[in-house]
């Protein structure tokens, strides 16, 4: 199994998350970082519900990412996308999703998920995770 059989809208992504023309190849350069993690999720047996809603969560990301690069974080453009992922994403999670309330359990659970999603991925292109197992 591949990403894109999860996702098969998955090469859309960026052209969904572009808000001006200079946002695609930022979208595509991210995209770009986000397949190996899920085929990293496919190869470990991840269950098929988990690998779709990191995949998601994946989506969401880039889309905050290009959100903020247009509306008041132009400088962050001249960051390379594994650069951006590491300025968005900490060991606490994602960036905050401007359309979910936190105070609302369901936006709530949703922000779990997803700062999960957010915290693996930034082990995973940082290395971090296979340097925690390695000591195991």
Known sequence: MTPADYFP??????ENWMGVE?????????????????QHQINRGMAGKTIK??????GILGS?????LNQNEEEN?????????LHYVDDKGGPLVSHWDVNDITGYRYYLAYDSTCRNFLQFITGKAAK?????
Do not use: Y
């Open 22 to 38: 200079g946002d695609l190849e930022i979208g595509c350069r991210l995209l770009a970082l986000f397949i190996p993690f899920i």
């Open 9 to 14: 809208d998955l090469n859309e992504w960026p």
């Open 77 to 85: 453009r001249k960051l390379s996308p594994r650069e951006l992922i």
């Open 132 to 136: 925690v197992r390695q000591r195991r």
């Open 64 to 68: 905050e990412i290009i959100k903020r």
């Open 53 to 58: 809603t990191h995949g998601q969560n994946l």
